[in-house]
């Protein structure tokens, strides 16, 4: 038998004591009322009216999905793209309602008697702007009520694709070795290491630039740490000595945002990973927990500002980008003294 409700001030009221535990008890639908009666939101009501699974009347006249539809949206913000998402879960057997009490999010999951909810998810439209910050601030908020926070994104189609983010704490098992010091020769935008055993021990121990003949040729980013940590001396081709402070004004020549990512690089660095360009992915670095001998990089790392906003389809195409390569994004979110590693994992509820 159908179950029917009354449209009363925006909510659906079920007053049969066998629907409402029909709803309540076994489906998590509703909130309880004193008198053994139910109260439906709009969403749910409007998601129940379209599996046939609910009659709605408004002064004893029955209203249509159209109807109740449009009432819903006057009501809830971003509505329709909130229906796709509570439909496509509920039907996938994920009890979730609507959750207001966190700017950013729309809905939790229900049901389980532990201190944190299982999940909250945030719906969003391919249209919606991404901003790292707020999403940053919403990751930290959410962790102190939940478990996971997962990520909506409805296309202009109506498909959803979904992603778990967390920040991460990156860490690896290599360690920084001590080293002798010798001489470098800078070379345009890249520096040469031509002592034989300089060279051998860098590649070999930590994995630094790539060898050229018995020397080993290094990035500017690489440069620049490693004369930081008074590991090597560079000069130029007519032997005049270049110190920290030019070999960075001559870095950030060639790269504006340079000290973003030098920042991130030290970072890396110190959590003990392994640090490599990461251009051939459309990233800023590759890096690896342990030998890259022994494994491929298990991460992407991209560096954004604080005050970074795209669309949500850059997002996805670097997500997607390194899903395809069974790498893990992460974008590092620098701030003046710190960095939040936020990963973005692709998830089929």
Not at 5 to 12: A, F, Q
Not at 29 to 43: A, H, M, T, V
């Amino acid at each position: 038998m159908m179950i029917t409700g009354e449209l009363v001030k925006n909510k659906i009221i079920i007053s049969k004591p066998k629907e409402v535990g029909r709803l309540y008890n076994k489906s998590g639908f509703g909130k309880s009322l004193s008198g053994n009666k139910l109260e439906l939101d709009l969403l749910e009501g409007t998601f129940l009216l379209a599996e046939k699974k609910l009659k709605v009347f408004y002064n004893k006249k029955e209203i249509g999905f159209q109807n109740l539809f449009e009432k819903a949206a006057e009501k809830i913000p971003d509505f329709e793209i909130k229906y796709l998402v509570f439909k496509d879960l509920r039907n996938r057997g994920h009890a979730i309602r609507l959750y207001n009490k966190l700017v950013g999010t729309s809905f939790c999951q229900i049901g389980n008697k532990k201190e944190k909810t299982d999940f909250l998810v945030s719906v969003f439209s391919e249209k919606d702007i991404f901003d790292i910050e707020k999403t940053s601030d919403l990751i930290k908020t959410a962790s102190k009520i939940s478990e996971k926070i997962w990520f909506a994104i409805v296309d202009d189609e109506g498909d959803i694709t979904y992603y778990e983010v967390s920040i991460v704490d990156m860490k690896g098992k290599n360690k920084e070795y001590v080293y002798k010091k010798s001489d470098a020769v800078l070379f345009d935008n890249r520096v040469i290491i031509f002592d034989k055993k300089q060279a051998k021990d860098l590649f070999e121990k930590e994995f630094y630039g790539k060898p050229v003949n018995d020397g080993l040729q290094i990035s500017l980013l690489e440069a620049l740490y490693l004369q930081d940590k008074n590991i090597i001396n560079i000069k130029t081709v007519n032997d005049k000595k270049i110190s920290k402070s030019s070999l960075k004004q001559m870095a950030l020549k060639v790269q504006s945002d340079l000290n973003d990512y030098f920042f991130v690089f030290k970072n890396l660095k110190k959590r003990g990973l392994i640090v490599k360009t990461g251009f051939k992915f459309g990233t800023h670095f590759r890096s690896y927990t342990k030998n890259p001998d022994e494994t491929h990089a298990e991460f992407l790392v991209h560096v954004l500002p604080k005050d970074f906003k795209s669309i949500w389809s850059e997002m996805s195409r670097a997500v997607r980008l390194a899903h395809s390569v069974n790498k893990e994004i992460i974008f590092a979110k620098t701030s003046k003294n710190t960095i939040d590693y936020i990963k973005f994992g692709r998830l089929r509820p």
